[in-house]
């Protein structure tokens, strides 16, 4: 993985999820050292970072990250009672995990350096099926799922999208995170889809 950019210090939260940019993922947090997390990043409008557990749990002892995830912000929040916060994020860009550290509180916390985004790519011929199947995800789950401006033609917000939302392992979804190629991206999504229609 190639082109970083920057680098800073973000509070993470390990998740047994991957979260593209682009992308939107809803929480509910109860756990008190990600309560303190998203109350301090809701008063300052900071960023978190999201990455997938490598190893360990999402509650309890704090969980080994894989060592790239997803710079995400908070778009709209609640807490329905006390304790318990919900929250809606928008992901923003992908990030290289350089040191960590766990805080008192069992927070982590890590030095990261951000990725550059992937420069738009057109879908090439032969990859038709998979905007054709977010196409009917898109139309069958709502627009509110998918962010605008749908970018449907476009190889790599189409793999973005369907990476979250095809029955994908964790870890091959982290793999497709990882990747730096748009084509490729798409490619071993379309070869997935064709075994799971036929």
Known sequence: MTGLSGHATLPLFPLNTVVFPGGQLPLRIFEQRYLDMIKQAIADETPFGICAIREGAETGSTAVPYDVGTRV???DWDMPQTGILHIETVAQTRFIIRHQHTEP???????VEDVSAEPAVPVPDGLELAVEILRHIIHEYGDAHFLAPHELEN???VGYRLSEVLPLTLSIKQNLLQMNDGIMRLRILTEFLKKHIN
């Open 73 to 75: 912000r908070i778009t």
């Open 105 to 111: 509180n069992g927070l982590l916390i890590g030095q």
């Open 155 to 157: 190889a790599v917000w």
